[in-house]
């Protein structure tokens, strides 16, 4: 398994305050990405990052930011957290595609939800 | 951007029955196709990923077919376990730049498998 871990995997939060969720890797892939998971939506990008301070945005980035400090970490921010932002987020990673052999890897997600 | 369309569910089968989901695609270019499997409360985990026109991926006795003219890539078993309960998700690359890839997502096919 690829060595992907969330943390926190669980937080309830109210309405206004920030969050901030962490995904950290130990293959030092350069390639990051956020997803979150709503029902009938399958998963949506978010932002990602294709290297430290590195970074650009997804499909469903209003509300949120990240940042890349380090090539093994990469943080998920919601400056004022607001009930449509509850979901599931997973982080993933990805090696630069070569000769079309290119995957993403998932980690276990963190469930979020804002009151 | 390119855009994934998947059988809605839910469905239920009896074990040994045999499983099909549909996926088609909308895409610009080539790109990769995939199938992934959510076991409850997990994450996202690669079941099986196809490359090119014709390919066919296949892994823990799923399969799938990268069919061109028909934009589809269904997966497919033959005779499914109760441990086969989990939601599918049929994704596709999808470029964010020349070097960079998104995975875009179908909404997810819940499948429950009854003793």
């Known amino acids: 398994d690829a060595g992907i871990t969330q943390s926190p995997r669980h937080k309830v939060t109210e309405t206004g305050t920030p969050v901030t969720l962490r995904c950290h890797q130990t293959?030092?892939?350069?390639?990051m990405y956020w997803y979150r998971q709503d029902p009938g939506h399958g998963l949506r990008l978010i932002h990602y990052s294709y290297g430290v301070k590195d970074t650009d945005k997804g499909e469903v980035s209003d509300g949120y930011s990240v940042s890349r400090s380090k090539t093994e970490d990469f943080l998920l921010t919601l400056e004022s957290a607001t009930s449509s932002q509850t979901s599931v987020y997973f982080c993933?990673?990805?090696?630069?595609?070569?000769?079309?052999?290119?995957?993403?890897?998932f980690g276990p997600g963190t469930r979020l939800t804002v009151l | 951007g390119n855009s994934v369309t998947q059988m809605e569910g839910p469905v239920t089968l009896s074990e040994e029955a045999f499983l099909t989901i549909n996926c088609t695609y909308t895409a610009t270019g080539y790109p990769s196709l995939f199938w992934y499997v959510q076991y409850p409360g997990e994450g996202l985990q690669l079941l099986l990923k196809?490359?090119?026109?014709?390919d066919k991926g296949s892994n823990k006795g799923f399969e799938a077919t990268y069919r061109k003219e028909t934009t589809s890539f269904h997966l497919e078993k033959g005779s499914v376990q109760v441990s086969d309960s989990a939601v599918y998700f049929c994704?596709?690359?999808?470029?964010?730049?020349?070097?960079?890839?998104?995975?875009?997502f179908g909404a997810g096919t819940t499948v429950t498998v009854r003793a």
């Open positions: 993933a990673i990805s090696a630069p595609p070569k000769q079309g052999a290119y995957e993403q890897f």
């Open positions: 293959e030092n892939h350069r390639y």
């Open positions: 196809a490359t090119k026109a014709d």
């Open positions: 994704a596709l690359s999808d470029p964010l730049s020349s070097n960079d890839y998104k995975l875009s």
